[in-house]
């Protein structure tokens, strides 16, 4: 399963507790440490789209406390940094303000900062307090509640209505294994495949309404934002190629306006299973939407060959 909107809780770690001691010759005087500061927060950006995850039963993130001051006023040790990991095309939002858009790999940006350490009883030694017998218990870190939204960053993305191939075309392409079958919505989540270093999405079916929350709805209409090319997948076995072709853009163009203007190519697939007469009506129509428009069948070698040099 692809997590691709989680909320978590993070935390800096606490300030360690300044020390209370004194020195074992009579009249030395106090000779506690400073507490060590507690961890930072950072965020790394990972190649690995299904990292986020590991939130779901991870909620909460805290770096490492710092450790108590030590005798012979020594500093207690600093906490240890925390660093989440999250998806290339992650953007974090704290109280639906956008904080960080995740656009750079192995890139770490602070995200909280730990608590200052607590001064030892060395600190707050005087003229006229020889000897105190108090120290500070150390500052909690920073504390903030995020909402992780995920967008993915594709070189081609597979779009179309539900049941015309898209993940049958992913598959043949790729390594990918995405589920298939005969009926509406067998996809349910973004399925991603390499070809050749560059990564194809297979976006789950839309239909009308799709914009409004129709079907699966805008849920994934916003992995569309990011990718490169869109492959607009329409079956040959379609009454109305064109009609349906219009149907997806219309909902492309509702949801962001900019998505209209994406590069994109018409596949129509399971070309096999048409006549070829048939087949050339159905590119004549859909020719009035003056793009690039392929054939393609993953029964056809030759049509995929030809789709595989297009992309690459």
């Not at 108590?68 to 095309?89: S, V, Y």
């Amino acid at each position: 399963m692809l997590v691709d909107e989680v909320e978590i809780t993070i935390k800096g770690g606490h300030g360690g507790k300044g020390r209370v001691a004194f020195y074992s010759k009579m009249g030395a005087g106090p000779s506690g440490g400073d507490g060590g500061k507690g961890g930072d927060v950072y965020v790394q950006a990972t190649s690995d789209l299904y990292a986020l995850n590991k939130f779901l039963s991870q909620p909460e993130c805290k770096a490492w406390d710092g450790q108590m001051g030590g005798n012979n006023r020594k500093t207690g040790a600093e906490g240890e940094d925390l660093t989440l990991i999250m998806p290339l095309g992650t953007t974090i939002y704290d109280q639906e303000s956008k904080v960080i858009e995740i656009n750079e790999l192995n890139k770490k940006e602070l995200l909280v900062k730990g608590g200052l350490g607590g001064r030892g009883n060395t600190f707050f030694k005087s003229s006229s307090n020889t000897t105190p017998r108090f120290a500070q218990s150390g500052l909690p870190g920073e504390e903030r509640k995020l909402t992780l939204k995920l967008q993915l960053i594709a070189d081609f993305g597979l779009i179309g209505l539900p049941n015309t191939g898209k993940s049958s075309i992913l598959n043949e392409l790729t390594n990918a294994q995405a589920k298939i079958g005969d009926y509406p919505f067998t996809t349910l989540e973004p399925n991603l495949g390499m070809l050749n270093g560059k990564v194809i999405a297979d976006i789950p079916g839309l239909i009308e309404g799709a914009s409004e929350g129709r079907g699966l709805g805008h849920k994934f209409l916003k992995h569309i934002e990011k990718v490169r090319l869109l492959l607009h997948c329409i079956s040959s076995e379609s009454d109305n190629p064109l009609k349906e072709y219009k149907i997806i853009r219309d909902e492309l163009k509702k949801f962001n306006p900019k998505l209209w203007e994406k590069e994109e190519i018409i596949l129509l697939t399971k070309s096999d299973l048409i006549e070829k007469i048939n087949l050339e009506k159905k590119l004549k129509s859909l020719a009035k939407t003056k793009k690039k428009i392929l054939p393609v069948s993953i029964h056809n070698w030759d049509s995929l060959q030809i789709l595989i040099k297009v992309l690459v």
